[in-house]
């Protein structure tokens, strides 16, 4: 998820308040319930309440929808609602693959966590312990950044990612390849937006750093390092790292894009900017945040780090009503009490919503094939509507 300052982002308008519906017409629609991968479907009650909350995500103009919900007594579920392709009218995958962009920033959190419990990083190491020289200028200085800052969001680092807010823009840049060196270089042309720790800002740039600190502390690339301590282990066998190609491997739905112009552009073929960007499926990340809430990544002390939250700023309140930030992770208040935990994503036409409760025993995941960026308050009710499935789910009205 792209957030800057309670701004539109350049490739995603962040999700804002109000309330707000937009009217799309699509060629039709096609629902459904489908059985998980090595699962059966639970039928009546909870099946129904999860398709009708998959349905409503749809009835907002959210071209295509696909959520997977774990119960405590393991057992998943899978709905499916809208098209996948609006040329062509065929249904949503119930297990299609999409780009999970900040979603990505719990598993690299749960990486460099993993090297602190290895003694090999502190979380009070500098940026400039690691990356001497990089973050300089314009008042931007890595000696009074620490890892921490960066996971949490209160570096202060500005973000400036290029990108697009046109169906113009989209067609002349979809191809455009943006290094790590050349992100971190266009935020250091700003001031900061705040001295380490006297802030709070979502900060895209100071994830980009926490993949160079991965690299230089292992000395392997971060591609690698997710793939041996998480990817592999867990067996999430749909997660891969497109690169630079443009293209998504099958099955997937088609990813839409709302202008505020109000036109519906399929943006499924790009090259995000993001250079370390993942794709993954609802099951896949289903599996990482149980295992991560479950205690089966980190050790307690490592966990009760990355739970250690701080407050978010207004305008990210608006989107995540009481969400507090740890290290690569939100916590939510619960409506039945409690709280649950995950990160959003969205960038490329493809929004993703989590949630887990604190224990790891029962999680929910949705993937939007559309993002409603023609206003704040078209993507402030996608957020809602994805909101209330979550809750649902981790309630146990599901």
Not at 303 to 316: G, H, N, P, Q, Y
Not at 326 to 342: E, I, N
Not at 343 to 354: A, F
Request: hydrophobic content about 35%; proline content about 5%; aromatic content about 6%.
């Amino acid at each position: 998820m792209r957030l800057n300052s309670g701004k539109l982002s350049r490739r995603r308008v962040a999700l804002g308040a109000a309330a707000g519906l937009v009217a799309l017409t699509f060629t039709f629609t096609v629902t459904g319930l489908y059985p998980a991968e090595g699962s059966v479907t639970g039928s009546g009650h909870a099946g129904a309440r999860l398709q009708r909350d998959t349905d409503a995500i749809h009835a907002l103009g959210v071209t295509g929808v696909q959520a997977r919900v774990t119960t405590s007594d393991g057992r998943h579920l899978v709905a499916t609602s809208g098209v996948a392709d609006r040329a062509t009218g065929r249904p949503v995958p119930p297990n299609g693959r999409f780009r999970i962009a900040s979603t990505r920033k719990a598993i690299e959190a749960t990486v460099v966590l993993q090297l602190v419990e290895e003694n090999r990083l502190s979380l009070d190491d500098t940026v400039e312990r690691w990356l001497p020289g990089v973050v300089r200028g314009n008042d931007n200085d890595g000696r009074r950044i620490t890892v921490r800052h960066l996971l949490q969001n209160t570096s202060g680092i500005h973000d400036d990612l290029p990108g697009y807010t046109t169906p113009e823009e989209y067609l002349q840049q979809r191809y455009d390849v943006y290094t790590r060196e050349q992100l971190v270089a266009r935020a250091m042309k700003h001031p900061p937006d705040f001295e380490p720790e006297e802030g709070w800002a979502y900060s895209n740039t100071g994830f980009v750093l926490v993949g160079m600190i991965i690299e230089r502390v292992t000395g392997r690339s971060l591609q690698q390092e997710v793939t041996d301590r998480i990817v592999g282990p867990l067996g999430l066998r749909h997660t891969t790292w497109p690169g630079t190609s443009p293209f998504l491997p099958q099955p997937h739905a088609q990813a839409y894009q709302l202008f505020e112009t109000g036109e519906l552009v399929d943006v499924t073929e790009q090259v995000l900017v993001d250079p370390d960007s993942m794709v993954s499926s609802t099951r896949d990340l289903d599996r990482f945040f149980r295992a991560l809430l479950g205690g089966r990544l980190l050790r307690p002390a490592q966990l009760a780090d990355m739970k250690r939250t701080v407050e978010v700023s207004e305008d990210i309140n608006a989107i995540w009503p009481g969400g507090l930030y740890g290290l690569g992770l939100v916590s939510r208040p619960l409506p039945c009490g409690g709280v649950y935990w995950g990160h959003d994503g969205g960038d490329g036409g493809y929004i993703t919503v989590t949630g887990v409760t604190d224990d790891g025993r029962r999680s929910a995941v949705v993937s939007m094939s559309a993002s409603l960026g023609d206003s704040l308050d078209s993507l402030l009710r996608q957020q809602r509507g994805a909101d209330t499935l979550i809750q649902n789910a981790l309630c146990g009205r599901v």
